[in-house]
């Protein structure tokens, strides 16, 4: 189950006929205490998404659930302390969130809920039209705020899922890989806008540090726009990796991109490139061969 | 003012530590300079690894330094510069254009070699 947040969630100031609305209609639902569980669990059985949830709980479990229930409604509507009730409908409304469950089941469940309420309150009500419209009320103000809280759960928990998926994009989309001792490949895929294009230099330039590469091959053929915005950041890749001791070779460059770039006037000066992936690698292989060799001459 | 020079041979290794002031940078040039003919030296490596920040007055430094010295007969490499450092100057166009560059101390020398023996093949 996720985590609930420790803060009190907010909650509308009531008029005391609201509130007196609510404590009718609570009474109304406890006089028929044992009806009103049966039906909840029947109407959340009628609805497919809820249906396999319901069936999978004992009969222990729900009557547990039940009096658990019971009590945090007590201590909202008759001492007024909410929070216990809010946070537990938060906490569902998360753990309903991660499980898949759509926000319209809940929707539907509220709706099938009062619509089996409503009667019960009006021949339960005994106090005048008034009264009774006040408690009509008070179980919509209700039901309202629950939906609300477990609205706000799931936007939440749908939010936390988006970013930890945008996390593992972010990390799918910028892998560097080596492939011999000192030479590196990355290939790179996608929209290179300057917030990635700087999470790729960063990365690449640390790879260079910890493979001690000498040279990085950077394939941009899945990359499907180069202009000269793009095509400075590829620029400012080739010279930061050369001030660390390393050279870039940019490969990938497809008929159409090269048509694209000249068109633009987007270039890349004193950038070594390659239409295909194998001219890149041959010219990596060549700046390691002269590398070693210059070490030997050393030995 | 945290510069070190050691000698090995014909090479003089100089590790710069810190961002040095105006001054600092011209007495440093200076002594550099004269270290380098005293001692007869032929090749220079210039470490950077210590250096978190090189901004363009340094980097103009660093290309000055390496104009100098080759006047002087040396050739120069710029060893270490660190990822952030180099991403920095990458963005603020600071390009180190003549002066050639090494990951580390092994791969330095031996591109100072080869570049001692091209030299001597020119000549």
Known sequence: MTESDPKPIPLPKFSPELKQGMLDYWKVSQDHMEEVNQATLKIAEEIPEF???????????????????????????????????????KVQGEHYATMGISFSAWIELIRKYKEFMRPLVVRGMKEGPERTIAALA??????YISIEVIGEAYITSKERIIRSQEEAIRELSTPVL???????????????????????????????????AKAVVMDITGVPMVDSKVANHLV????????????????GLSPEIAQTMVALGAQLPNVKTYGDLQGGLEEAQAILDLSRKNRSMEA | MSVSIMKQGATLVVALQEALADFEWRRFQQDLLQRARKDGIRGVIVDLSGM??????????????????????????????????????????????????????DEGTALLKARLKERRNHA
């Open chain 1, 51 to 89: 249906a396999p949830i319901v069936k999978a709980m004992s009969p222990e479990l729900i009557a547990k659930q039940n009096r658990e229930s019971l009590e945090r409604n007590r201590r909202a509507f008759v001492d007024g302390d909410w929070q216990p009730m809010l946070t537990d409908l």
């Open chain 1, 178 to 212: 080596k492939i011999r001792e000192g030479l590196l490949i990355l290939p790179l895929i996608g929209i290179l806008d300057s917030q990635r294009a700087r999470r790729v230099i960063e990365s690449m330039l640390f790879a260079i540090r910890d493979h001690r």
């Open chain 2, 52 to 105: 978190d920040i090189v901004d363009s007055f340094a980097s103009r430094m660093i290309n000055d330094l390496v104009r100098m010295l080759g006047l002087e007969g040396s050739e120069v490499v710029i060893i270490g510069i660190q990822p952030e450092v180099a991403f920095a100057m990458a963005r603020l166009g600071l390009r180190l254009e003549e002066v050639p560059t090494a990951l580390d101390f």
């Open chain 1, 138 to 143: 008070g179980m919509h103000e209700i039901l």
């Open chain 1, 236 to 251: 400012q890749s080739v010279e930061a990796a050369r001030l660390m001791g390393s050279t870039v070779i940019i490969t």
